[in-house]
């Protein structure tokens, strides 16, 4: 889907989200051989950032209703729509989460630099620590579109994550051992490269 009109992109923002495994402060990409997503520069295969969200199963459900309209709107009826490109379900603390995955390449497809998204307070100010973890909330407001998945022949919607409003961060501290390194993309297998595979260019 390398055509794109203005219409197939639809802003979206949400409020009130919990942010799981943010990476906004700095590049991030998976690393196969490791089964792991790190920190990379822009220079990197399929440098972004990104950051998934979760939302109670009410929303979650209309978020996803919404998507596939978006994309039956685009894409007509007769073109299945297969998934939501990120979006994935785990058990965390015995509960369901829908998680949902918005991110933004470090460069478009032509090699042009992108800006880092957006993180601000409530007052509007940019956020100077971006290295906030999960469990932090806030507002998110993302750009979603039509896509392909070449790995798993789905096609979807994808999101672009354009601004954050935080609300309430957390931030590590001294006695927090974990690395980004120790992280395995929970993600499942055939989803890992969802974003990472969509090389058409977006015209914003």
Not at 104 to 127: E, F, I, R, S
Request: hydrophobic residues 30%; aromatic residues 10%; proline residues 6%.
């Amino acid at each position: 889907m390398s055509d794109f009109a203005k219409e197939d992109f639809k802003d979206l923002k949400i409020s009130n989200v919990e942010f799981v495994y943010p990476h906004v402060d700095h590049l991030v990409h998976y690393k196969p051989s490791e089964n792991k997503t790190v920190e990379c520069d822009e220079h990197a295969h399929n440098a972004n950032w990104e950051t998934s969200f979760t939302l109670e199963e009410s929303r979650a459900k209309k978020l996803y209703a919404l998507a596939e309209k978006h994309f039956k709107d685009r894409c007509g009826k007769k073109e299945p729509f297969g998934a939501i490109h990120g979006y994935n379900e785990a058990m965390y603390n015995d509960q369901l989460q829908m998680r949902f995955k918005a991110a933004v390449k470090a460069k478009t497809a032509k090699g042009k630099l992108n800006n880092p998204p957006v993180v601000v307070n409530p007052d509007g100010q940019p956020v100077e620590n971006r290295n906030f973890w999960s469990g932090s909330t806030g507002d998110i407001t993302f750009t979603m579109f039509p896509a392909d998945n070449p790995k798993t022949g789905k096609k979807g919607i994808s999101f672009i994550l354009k601004k954050i409003v935080l609300h309430n961060a957390v931030y590590p501290s001294d006695d927090d051992v974990e690395q980004l390194d120790d992280y395995e993309n929970p993600t499942d297998v055939q989803d890992k490269q969802d974003y990472h595979d969509l090389d058409d260019e977006i015209p914003f």
